[in-house]
């Protein structure tokens, strides 16, 4: 870790470089080229210029001040990290804490400049400083990384090679899928398609990589035309293979810098991005004539809506995740017993047991192991220093996933390690009855999250509880383990559920420095009855593992909630207990037999 | 009713006036000059120049077409209506069918002239027809009531007298209230309020009208600033004891029409009005300096949110509706044996129910009483030629309502008039168990009518059935019965529900051509515990009347339900039976006994 007094010097060069370059502030973000949630090493600017090393978090470097953003999983770490650092801790979403665009527009002067690297900065995002920093006529110069020009020891930038999604696994070849992309560009009078989503470009190229920690996903950009797809990739991440998918499929490679030049000589009279993943300096480039169309990525809803395919490589993977899981849980039930275990090392040993499957790939995003207290940190992440043992009591929240080379799987599992306590059971048993009555619901087309994030949430209203966070989000396959466009959220989405997305079912509940719980299962939106009100749907449980017999309050359960219940644990234990060695099979057999 | 060639006359007279006038279009519409939802006679402008005597319809008449638009309510009479007077129905919603805009852009040639009566457009109408019909740079006259010149035998605009809702029921003076609309009005820095919505005017001033069918206010308008209010309204309606109350409390009044005068005079900088309740004409007198700030009007949140004193008089009047609704359901229940009751003489038996309780004013709305296929009509009102004779089978559905002198009642039930076949019990009581489900809900502040709507629908859903309309509206407290902002629908509403919130709960179930079911409760939101996840609410219900006893399927219902069904029964037996003659208290005993 760096010193203090080498972040005081770092962001000290910067200002010389803002004074050199005219600029009053400087902006510096988490984020890459690409509007992606998760970044490579070689992006993690902020964290080299302030020592703050979370995932989320905006660095503000002005002349006589600097200030950091992030929220509020991380105020305890960013407080030791920027500590004598000179950078002061914004705590975003505290009362009286100023946002960023607000700080902005107070520190800043009439006709100040603001300096940030335009490639780190989406469309959308500049826009909104824009139209709040107008009112004292900021101007921003996005052309220069002064951060690069300061970092000697930056990693290189990821070009790990790449791989196809065979047909068999995706379900439909790229040229296909270019060809429904191409319907939709002329159906709205699109001439040129511009993508910068990492997986949306990885969708529709059948192309996987691996420059994104947890997202087998390659640095890219794709345009698009009724002529043809250019697909901007570092030469480094090519092999013959890959190169001759393409060519087959009428996919151009261009170098990833490329792209920039090509926009500068573009020839169509409009283009169509997502603002959202296109960063500023992209469109920069672009001739002054071109017509501007903003909107979601064309790829975010055939990505969303899985094929036949694609469902049942998920299917396969949850029973491969499953019966690593369900292994587990039997082994550190037992083991808690007489072995020294804790978060990071039972992260570690349920790696082990997803590893021996087939086709495993890599977790899809950091596992959450959060014994007792730690499970009440809603995105806690285990690390040497606060790495908890576990003992004989209390809740462990596990929320943990994989790629396998035909699916992703995203679970989440809460067991008490000892005798759950009369509290214990009635909170993991609300919980419980809103994440089985979400599981089963049916509702018509039309019906969006939204609609529907109240069932999972009402047993808990009904005790005074709530949990701060979404019900469920979507799944890529093979791809990003949080994908839009649809969700489950009492904010207002308004795409319709539909048939073949794949999305998460986790209410939870918290209580500070005692136990987090949280129960998630992956499901599928599947067909149901027709009727004179339209296209019903259900949903279908993808995930396969027993839930915490020994946390469940019996007499909390209504018939129906128990129906729910035993359906799920028969599934679980028919698809599973093939699978297992016959202590493991007992043990399941014991955790799903039926409640009456 | 006019003949056909009536009709024609005035179209082609309006054709003469319109060329006179360089018009190319006009527009008739059937809106007040308030943006009401029900308006006076005076106002059914579009009425009268096409036959047509819905309370939704527009239209439209071109150089040698005319086209009236109406939604599917009002199919069946506009069609007999609209026969041979050369008008064409458009049929709203349906496939194929242009909207109004879409039409006149189609119609209409570049550069024409559209006009219309500009004070019965409201600013939000005006504008979305403008940015339609921008591509053919159509121009707007709107200061001609070319209709108003035709029609020689137009009603009066009604004056009638009016009165104060006294203190010791409104809770607040209109002083009082006054000056927390100044306090807004500072906070956001508004100048000057110009106000059109009667109902927000009636509340503001505590004023209340009769020249809005059963919507007891008076046509006015309000300008406020900081040093005055004046309330514009006709003077035929003012008596000595209001004007002493609007004086005593700081209200100037004057001519109904001076506000156009006022407002040409108008010297603040800026003035805030709600686009979907003022007219455009208004707008038009202002100075072109003035800053025009939109919004929703200023008291819909404190008018929604009733205080304890009015909330203390929709109790009263809940109990003597609830005597009556509950005395009128025995009488139906044991005449229709023996008497010929028909849905127009059941609603006046229903009405003379309601007048001898005390404090008795007038309905609501339009009473629905709906038999057997009519009650699968959402909006049916009986008319003569529908008129149909109850039978001892199938079953009847009324909604009905009333103002008395200390509240307003909605309320929806829905019996069978014989045996209840298996299939309508089926649908009853999954219609009842929605209902009650919403009823006995629990939910943190943040809460908003669509994050809840699932509640109420889900027991239907779960049969592959639905509802099309919302389940719940705001209601007005001795103004109008649907009133804003809050409802609960699958649309997004972003209103969170808060304390004092009067709202309906009204799902249902409609089977075309044999029978409706709805089952509306009012009820008020009251808080409930305060825990860290912020202030908790749930509904107490305002309508006190038995659900009917002979529709339910016991067998469906869990012990939850019956719990919920058994708790509101006591609720209305205890409240009701005082005030019941013992042969009906005896039936409502009976009805409202526990099931187990």
Known sequence: METKSEIKKRIDTLRALMTREHMDGYLIVSDDFHGSEYVGDFFKERAYMSGFTGSAGVLVVLRDKAALWTDGRYFIQAEVQLQDTGITLMRQGLKDVPSLSDY????LREGDVLGMDGRTITVRRLKELEEKLEKKAITFKTDQDLVGQIWQDR?????????????ALSGKSAAVKIGEIRTQMEQQEIKGYLMASLDDIGWLCNLRGAD?????????????????VILYMQKESLNDQVANY????GIECADYFAIYEDLSSYSHDNIYFDPNKVNVSLLEQLPQTVKKMEGQDLTALPKAKKNA??????????VRDGVALTRFL?????????????????ATTLEQFRKVQDGYLMPSFEPIFGYAGHGAIVHYSATKE???ALRQEGFLLMDTGAHYDVGTTDVTRTVALGPATERMKRHYTAVLIGHLALLNCKFPYGTTGTNLDVIAREPLWRLGLDFRHGTGHGVGHILSVHEGPQNISQKWNQIPLEEGMVISDEPGYYETGAYGIRIENLMVVAKDEESEYGQ?????PLTLCPYDRASIDETMLSDVDKKRLNAYHKRVYEMISPHLQEEERMWLENETKPVS
């Not at 902005?104 to 520190?107: D, G, Q, S």
């Not at 990693?155 to 047909?167: F, N, Q, R, V």
């Not at 049942?312 to 949850?318: D, I, L, M, S, Y």
């Open 330 to 346: 039997y082994w550190l039930k037992t083991h808690v017993k007489t072995e020294t275990i804790t978060e990071i090392s039972g």
């Open 246 to 249: 393409l060519t087959r499929n």
């Open 155 to 167: 990693p290189e930038m990821s070009h790990k090679p790449t791989w196809i999604l065979k047909e």
């Open 104 to 107: 902005l527009l107070a520190e």
């Open 309 to 318: 395919v694609e469902l049942a490589g998920e299917k396969t993977a949850h």
């Open 386 to 388: 606060t790495d908890a």
């Open 212 to 228: 994104v920690e947890c997202t087998p996903v390659a640095l890219a950009y794709v345009l698009i035309d009724s002529e043809k």
């Open 536 to 540: 019903f749907f259900h949903f279908e």
